[in-house]
Structure formats: structure tokens, C-alpha cells
Nanobody
Framework: QVQLVESGGGLVQAGGSLRLSCAVS????????MGWFRQAPGNEREFVAA????????YYTDSVKGRFTISRDNAKNTLYLQMNSLKPEDTAKYYC?????????????????WGQGTQVTVSS
């Protein structure tokens, strides 16, 4: 069973930065495609970024391109999301997700394993 634990959320002013982390255990991390999703109250869970297990290819939703960077450290079994130039509309609970057998996934149902989420609040 794969376990994912997010950390790094918090309250930040618009224009600020946060780095989210996701510690993964239970399976060979390097074999997993990883993603970040977010969900604001009343909204569906939406894709933010993904990084494949193969050659670390990265994918982003348009609204975060140029501001967010997804990365992974296979030696530490940890996924990261560096978030810069944060905006109030980035406010949401952010979830780490993992899947095996595919090189990318931008839909929640592409992912098998999920963390409990970490709250990010951006004040204006």
C-alpha cells in the first residue's frame, strides 16, 4: 500500500512563495508517476502538475505555468511543488497523488493513491 503525506501548506500573501512536499512510502518511488491536484470549496478537484516516472517529464495546467515547478527526489522518496507568485485564486487544499503504469495523468481518476491534502491560503 502506497502512503502519501503532504506538508508545507500555509497562509501567504499574494506574490509570495510556498514549497509543498509529499513524502511517499510503500512502493518504489522512482516507478511512480506523481501529480499535484487542488480543490477549493464548492469546486471539483483540478489538475495542477504532474511528473512522470520516465525521464521526469513535467506537465502543468495553464494557470500555473511559469509560476509553479514540480520536481522529485527519488533518493528521498519525496515530491515537491514550488509555488511562486502566488495569487488569491491559488487558494485551495492541495493533494499529492501517485499512479503506476502510465507516464502522465491529468485527471483524478488516472491516480490510484492520494494523500490527505495540505491547505494553501493566499491573501490579497
Amino acid at each position: 500500500q502506497v502512503q502519501l503525506v503532504e506538508s508545507g501548506g500555509g497562509l501567504v500573501q499574494a506574490g509570495g512563495s510556498l514549497r509543498l512536499s509529499c513524502a511517499v512510502s510503500g512502493r518504489t518511488f522512482s516507478s511512480l508517476t506523481m501529480g499535484w491536484f487542488r480543490q477549493a470549496p464548492g469546486n471539483e478537484r483540478e489538475f495542477v502538475a504532474a511528473i512522470s516516472w520516465m525521464r521526469d517529464r513535467t506537465y502543468y495546467t495553464d494557470s500555473v505555468k511559469g509560476r509553479f515547478t514540480i520536481s522529485r527526489d527519488n533518493a528521498k522518496n519525496t515530491l515537491y511543488l514550488q509555488m511562486n507568485s502566488l495569487k488569491p485564486e491559488d487558494t485551495a487544499k492541495y493533494y499529492c497523488a501517485a499512479t503506476a503504469g502510465i507516464t502522465t495523468g491529468t485527471r483524478p481518476y488516472d491516480y490510484t493513491y492520494w494523500g490527505q491534502g495540505t491547505q494553501v491560503t493566499v491573501s490579497s
